[in-house]
């Protein structure tokens, strides 16, 4: 028999069970991961600590998926202090059973082997990795310990976050062409609850004085020290032709919190100056969850 989520038992027995119930929730989603929360680190003993969150996690093949809540606490087990020579890493993970041995979410850890090169030591099939750590030698407790890599998280089945930012610079002036000086062109802020792809573009006219000449483009970061994520080297043609729109664009990877960003243009140094036609402008749009 089948049966649809909402569906409660009738006098026989027969309703939604709970083994259709995780297959449901594992077709809403990609893949199993951290939603919110969970954020791991090191405490005063030799443990560690997860805070509050919610996952998607489970067995694999036809058992499905659940979506577990964890109110915040430390692993059951505990950890040995760091050793006298080598780093290690440790392994936090997170395990929802779903009916053997008990119906309970659990927090453990599995400690590495230290080495000269430590590598994440393996954690058991079904459960949820929410962070390895980083173990210096001689720790006396697990607040020595550092994150590595990045989090796992959960992509919802079609998700997009859409237009993430937008702004627009609309004067018309000659572009000051001071060789070697990057000029801002327009900035946006947003914030990223994941680590994102993100594509970042930029539309733009403009108009040479005589012969075609060009510009480079470049994207900053200001919230993250003016970061510069591209490599500089984008040239952009501008051809003596009254305002014809232009496009350029980056797909990029961003970590999961605040953003502003910024295109900067520097003009070509060996051409003719040029003017900016009333329009530029820069958009953010969401490109999906990093895995």
């Known amino acids: 028999m089948v049966t649809a989520l909402g569906v409660a038992p009738d006098e026989s027995g027969n309703g939604l069970d709970a083994l259709t119930h995780r297959r449901i929730i594992q077709a809403g989603w990609h893949n199993t ?49 760091g050793d006298g020579a080598y780093e290690r890493i440790d392994s936090i993970y997170l395990v929802a059973h779903t009916g053997i041995p008990d119906n309970q979410v659990e927090l453990h850890v599995v400690q590495g082997t230290p080495s000269a090169a430590p590598v994440p030591p393996e954690i058991p099939s ?15 407790s697990t607040s020595s310990s550092s994150p590595i890599g990045s989090v796992n998280y959960a992509i919802p089945y079609g998700a997009s976050m859409g237009r993430l930012g937008y702004a627009s610079n609309t004067q018309s002036l000659i572009q000051d062409w001071t060789p070697d000086r990057w000029w801002a062109q327009a900035a946006t802020g947003f914030n990223l609850p994941t680590d994102r792809l993100v594509e970042v573009r930029f539309t733009f006219r403009a108009e040479c004085d005589s012969d075609t000449t060009s510009c480079y483009a ?22 003596r032709i009254y305002y014809q729109r232009q496009t350029i664009s980056w797909i990029l990877e961003l970590e999961a919190g605040w953003h502003n960003i910024i295109v900067d243009i520097k003009p070509n140094t060996n051409g003719p100056a040029f003017w900016w036609r009333g329009l530029r402008q820069v958009d953010v749009w969401d490109r999906g969850v990093i895995r």
């Open 218 to 239: 470049r994207v900053r970061d200001s919230h993250q020290g003016d970061k510069i994520l591209t490599d500089e080297n984008d040239e952009c043609l501008i051809p």
């Open 33 to 81: 991961g951290v939603i919110c929360g969970l954020e791991v680190c090191g405490v005063s003993g030799l443990r560690y600590r997860a805070e509050s969150g919610v996952a998607v996690s489970g067995m694999a093949g036809d058992d499905g998926t659940v979506e577990a809540y964890w109110p915040g606490g430390l692993t059951i087990e505990q950890v040995t202090a």
């Open 126 to 140: 079904g459960s949820l990795r929410l962070r390895d750590m980083l173990v210096p030698a001689g720790a006396t």
